[in-house]
């Protein structure tokens, strides 16, 4: 592995290093049910997902939600989500990963729009806060997608230059937010996308969390 090339992971939460998709399907149906929507298979949400959330729900509607639907939906959504949440376990693999890139002497920090006061004491129930140099989560509002917060995070990480990470998630967006800090991204297929959406966004696509890390060390022997 070329150590000295790329010596930072940024991980991805949900859906990447938290398998929550079963927990975001029941969530998002449950908010469904309260604006009258029929509910959504897990298939049918990964052809569609995508982020800003608002499109999503416009790719499903056939229009944008109003402002008083989407309040509706969005606190729906995250009330339901969090009760759930907290069952889902860590992805086939992550711990193990998370440890041996760590005792490689490799650096790596965990980006998420998920609001950071949710995020931390999460990460922190699954015991692996100790493997990341940075932990950040949203802090405000979020309608759009994860470029900005993408540059604050790797601002906060001083040292270590954008061209010497790999963004690993689970969405296009976390592709595009790689794009725009000048990182380069792996896309992992058990989250939130099909394998034929991600694959639109241009760079390596796998189906494992194992193959994520391995993707990011022969990208750091180029």
């Given at each position: 592995?070329?150590?000295n090339h790329?010596?930072?992971?940024?991980?991805d939460?949900n859906?990447?290093?938290?398998?929550?998709?079963?927990a975001v399907?029941s969530?998002?149906?449950?908010?469904?049910?309260?604006?009258?929507?029929?509910?959504?298979?897990?298939?049918?949400?990964?052809d569609l997902y995508?982020v800003?959330?608002p499109r999503?729900y416009?790719?499903?509607?056939?229009?944008l939600?109003?402002?008083?639907e989407?309040a509706v939906?969005?606190?729906?959504?995250?009330?339901?989500y969090?009760a759930?949440?907290?069952?889902?376990?860590?992805a086939?693999?992550?711990?193990q990963l998370?440890?041996?890139?760590?005792?490689a002497?490799?650096?790596?920090s965990?980006?998420s729009?998920?609001?950071?006061e949710?995020l931390?004491?999460l990460?922190?129930t699954h015991?692996?806060?100790?493997?990341f140099i940075?932990v950040d989560?949203?802090v405000?509002?979020s309608t759009?997608?994860k470029a900005?917060?993408?540059m604050r995070?790797?601002?906060?990480?001083?040292?270590v230059?954008?061209?010497?990470?790999?963004?690993?998630g689970?969405?296009v967006?976390?592709?595009?937010a790689?794009r725009?800090?000048g990182?380069?991204?792996v896309?992992?297929?058990?989250g939130?996308h099909?394998?034929a959406?991600?694959e639109?966004?241009?760079?390596?696509?796998?189906?494992?969390l194992e193959?994520?890390?391995r993707?990011a060390e022969r990208?750091?022997?180029?």
């Amino acid at each position: 592995m070329g150590k000295n090339h790329v010596t930072h992971l940024v991980w991805d939460w949900n859906g990447t290093l938290l398998h929550d998709i079963d927990a975001v399907i029941s969530a998002t149906n449950a908010s469904f049910r309260e604006i009258g929507l029929p509910p959504i298979t897990l298939e049918r949400y990964r052809d569609l997902y995508c982020v800003p959330v608002p499109r999503f729900y416009e790719r499903l509607m056939g229009r944008l939600p109003t402002d008083e639907e989407w309040a509706v939906m969005d606190e729906a959504f995250h009330r339901h989500y969090w009760a759930l949440a907290e069952t889902a376990g860590l992805a086939i693999g992550a711990r193990q990963l998370l440890v041996e890139w760590q005792e490689a002497g490799l650096t790596q920090s965990l980006c998420s729009l998920a609001p950071h006061e949710y995020l931390i004491p999460l990460v922190r129930t699954h015991g692996i806060e100790r493997h990341f140099i940075r932990v950040d989560g949203r802090v405000g509002q979020s309608t759009t997608g994860k470029a900005e917060q993408m540059m604050r995070h790797i601002a906060a990480l001083e040292g270590v230059p954008p061209q010497r990470m790999v963004v690993i998630g689970d969405a296009v967006d976390d592709a595009v937010a790689a794009r725009h800090v000048g990182a380069r991204a792996v896309l992992y297929t058990g989250g939130s996308h099909s394998r034929a959406s991600l694959e639109a966004a241009g760079v390596p696509v796998v189906d494992t969390l194992e193959e994520a890390v391995r993707e990011a060390e022969r990208m750091a022997d180029e």
